[in-house]
T-cell receptor
Framework: DTGVSQDPRHKITKRGQNVTFRCDPI?????LYWYRQTLGQGPEFLTY????????KSRLLSDRFSAERPKGSFSTLEIQRTEQGDSAMYLC????????????FGPGTRLLVL | DAKTTQPNSMESNEEEPVHLPCNHS???????IHWYRQLPSQGPEYVIH???SNVNNRMASLAIAEDRKSSTLILHRATLRDAAVYYC?????????FGKGTRLSVIA
């Protein structure tokens, strides 16, 4: 049983560069979520997909952020023109479509913008 | 979003039971009560969830007040590996909303 995987685990970039993260959910899960977590805070919701459709975006997801899940399997999160404030842990989670919505999280990608 | 209130931190001795409280006075009738925990440098991990009745699984027990305005996560015998941030979350049909959780320290 493979869980949610994320790649890369760590990314250091310079301000102004673009970065892309990948998430591979648990294979039979329809829903895929992206969260961001800064130091000392709980994860904050960014966006989620049901199959390939992006159903909800948080106001935290500025125009510089874009997420895709083209075939309803893996997803990518891209940040354009990174800023130092984007430094955070980016977490991916997946779940089945169910009222109780138990989510399974990946290990996260830690981004540092210099 | 329905809100939860948890203590910032708690401490427990190893091999003793731990009761982690959560208040959720604005819970709606359809909200599930979820608990997740996050170990250092890892993503959150599902612990347990319930709607109205108390629940047990291999990790923990969840005691839900009769009026559903509060709940308690019970770790029956804390180990050093249980040191983590524990989040109490209400979920209906929306993405999870995490607070700051309770940081549990376990003393050997």
């Amino acid at each position: 049983d493979t869980g949610v995987s994320q790649d890369p685990r760590h990314k250091i970039t310079k301000r102004g560069q673009n970065v892309t993260f990948r998430c591979d959910p648990i294979s039979e899960h329809n829903r895929l979520y992206w969260y961001r977590q800064t130091l000392g805070q709980g994860p904050e919701f960014l966006t989620y997909f049901q199959n390939e459709a992006q159903l909800e975006k948080s106001r935290l997801l500025s125009d510089r952020f874009s997420a895709e899940r083209p075939k309803g399997s893996f997803s990518t999160l891209e940040i354009q023109r990174t800023e130092q404030g984007d430094s955070a842990m980016y977490l991916c989670a997946s779940s089945l479509i169910a009222r109780k919505e138990t989510q399974y999280f990946g290990p996260g990608t830690r981004l540092l913008v210099l | 979003d329905a809100k939860t209130t948890q203590p910032n931190s708690m401490e427990s001795n190893e091999e003793e039971p731990v009761h982690l409280p959560c208040n959720h006075s604005t819970i709606s009738g359809t909200d599930y009560i979820h608990w997740y925990r996050q170990l250092p440098s890892q993503g959150p991990e599902y612990v347990i969830h319930g709607l109205t009745s108390n629940v047990n699984n291999r990790m923990a027990s969840l005691a839900i007040a009769e009026d559903r305005k509060s709940s308690t996560l019970i770790l029956h015998r804390a180990t050093l590996r249980d040191a983590a941030v524990y989040y109490c979350i209400l979920s209906g049909n929306t993405p999870l909303v995490f607070g700051k959780g309770t940081r549990l320290s376990v003393i050997a």
